[in-house]
Nanobody, 123 residues
Framework: QVQLVESGGGLVQAGGSLRLSCAAP????????GGWFRQAPGKQRELVAA???????MYADSVKGRFTISRNDAKTTLYLQMNSLKPEDTAVYYC?????????????????WGQGTQVTVSS
């Protein structure tokens, strides 16, 4: 069982920044794609950003130019740098890993999930 562990969430004012981290066993992100999803109350889980093992990325239109997904050199940790945060970015953020060569926004394509970390942006 692959267990992903997110950290870095919290409360921030609009315009601020946060960096989320996702620790994974071994160097899973050298073989699997990694993704960040978010789910706000009453809404469906949506893709924020994804990166394949080859480095191809995908971003939600709402976060392009503000968020950046990356991995560490050892491919053991996935990051999401979030800048210029807005109140509408408030959600629980989940890390996920899955076996694909093209980034996918479909949560069903991801086999492993973290427990989620709360991000709250105040206006």
């Amino acid at each position: 069982q692959v267990q992903l562990v997110e950290s870095g969430g919290g409360l921030v004012q609009a315009g601020g920044s946060l960096r989320l981290s996702c620790a994974a066993p071994g160097n899973i992100f050298s073989a699997a794609a990694g993704g960040w999803f978010r789910q706000a109350p009453g809404k469906q889980r949506e893709l924020v950003a994804a990166i394949t093992q080859g480095g191809s990325t995908m971003y939600a239109d709402s976060v392009k130019g503000r968020f950046t997904i990356s991995r560490n050199d050892a491919k053991t940790t996935l990051y999401l740098q979030m800048n210029s945060l807005k109140p509408e970015d408030t959600a629980v953020y989940y890390c996920a890993a899955g076996w694909m060569t093209v980034p996918s926004p479909d949560p069903q394509r991801y086999s492993y999930w973290g427990q989620g970390t709360q991000v709250t942006v105040s206006s």
